[in-house]
């Protein structure tokens, strides 16, 4: 849309249906390489959300699994109540406190997944404070790979929400 | 004791950190700068644009607040700018990396809007060098020619 407007916008046969257009007519040159611009600076921080949220989702819902495939049958009332607390945290609570425990494991791709949710939290939360060590979507992608690759079900879906547009 | 005295004696050793990390930064944006424009003099293609100097107020984790520079340049209707990303930046260097220097250690970015060229700078003790990467091809050392090629595709 940029390239349009920077380049063919004024050369658009405008004597015809086009011109008559309500919503082009008053399109100019300026205005649209202005707003394309505006929608493309944020376009790498918005990859960035993206890839982590599905890396996020991914990542809960394989944690929840795991840990429901090695549940004995409980009875008692107290443990369900612990139990149902804890699959609570696992799917809607802090993401940090999910990753932490994993640190016995691989403290250095925690770390790095870790370092990419700081940057995610920042751009979410409206880039208001000191910016945290800068992500591109390359880099993010390739940092929270590893972590899917753990499970291959896991990166196969992601793969396919990413080439389909499903992301989010 | 002056205000200054005062002020040095108990500054957090954090600032005296932070402070050294953003003027080492800013420094070595103004060298990129000097580079790139001293490229575009030597060869004889700054007298057809218009060069524009830019300035972003930054802040950053573990450096604070601060004001650093930029270049615009600008061809007819076309603007290419060269805007600075960060000192913190988490971008591995590929084939470039060295024990102790796997990361860039700072970010700057070329682009028209529409595309964008990454920088990434490389500290070592020998010194610094940026590399340059994008979507299309792997992360390679800048210099002149290919300043000039990215110029070249951003600008047409």
Known sequence: MGRLGEKHWNDLPWDGGLGRDH????????????????VLDDLDDLCVLLLFSVFEAAIRERVLAEVEAELPPLRHVAIKRALDEMKEGIEH????????????GDANLIEQVNQVRRYRNWVAHGRRTGQPAAVDPTTAYSRLKPGLLQSSSFSGRLRLRLYTGGVG | MTLREFL??????????????????????????????????????????????????????????????????????RTVKVVPVGRLVLAHLGPYAEAGHENAEGRVDITNGAYK??????????????LIQDERAGIRPLDRDQFEAVLQALLS
């Open chain 2, 117 to 130: 060229y990454f920088l990434y700078r490389k500290l070592t003790d020998a010194g610094e060098q940026w």
């Open chain 1, 93 to 104: 609570g802090s993401f940090f406190k999910v990753l932490e425990p994993y640190k016995d």
């Open chain 2, 8 to 77: 040095l004696k108990n500054a957090p050793r954090e600032e005296v950190s932070r402070r050294r990390c953003r003027e080492e930064w800013i420094a070595a944006i103004d060298r990129l700068l000097a580079q790139l424009r001293a490229w575009l003099t030597d060869t004889g293609t700054a007298e057809l644009l218009d060069l524009e100097p830019l300035e972003f107020e930054k802040r950053e984790q573990g450096l604070g607040a601060y004001h650093v520079k930029g270049l615009a340049i600008n061809f007819g209707e």
């Open chain 1, 23 to 38: 919503h082009l007519k008053d399109l100019t040159s300026a205005g649209i390489l202005d707003d394309s611009r505006t």
